[in-house]
């Protein structure tokens, strides 16, 4: 994202089926960057609503979307010539 968007290096975009799940979401990627070491957001929109939750680290963006207005705003798409860094998830055992 960096050179095409030139304010941030990464997007990181994930949703939830409902609102609650859209919140716990959105702590949780706060709680886990806390505990990996960094430090909270800079600014988070869209807790009221909790249809799209951004949360600004500087590096890097969170976007936590409700199902619906994930599909609806469709950044994979806007932003399809962006380079993808695969994701591996952290280990549950």
């Known amino acids: 994202m960096g050179e095409m968007l030139?304010?941030?290096d990464a997007f990181v975009i994930?949703?939830?089926?409902?609102?609650?799940?859209?919140?716990?979401?959105?702590?949780?990627?706060?709680l886990r960057v806390k505990a990996a070491g960094g430090s909270a957001p800079f600014q988070v929109?869209?807790?009221?609503?909790a249809r799209w939750i951004l949360m600004d680290y500087g590096d890097y963006l969170v976007h936590?979307?409700?199902?619906e207005?994930?599909?609806?705003?469709?950044?994979?798409?806007?932003?399809?010539?962006?380079?993808?860094?695969?994701?591996?998830?952290a280990s549950t055992t």
């Open 6 to 8: 030139g304010i941030t």
């Open 14 to 30: 994930t949703s939830g089926r409902n609102a609650r799940q859209v919140r716990t979401i959105a702590d949780e990627v706060e």
């Open 45 to 49: 929109e869209g807790l009221d609503d």
């Open 64 to 67: 936590v979307f409700l199902d």
């Open 69 to 89: 207005a994930r599909a609806f705003y469709d950044l994979e798409h806007l932003w399809a010539d962006a380079p993808r860094i695969p994701w591996t998830p």
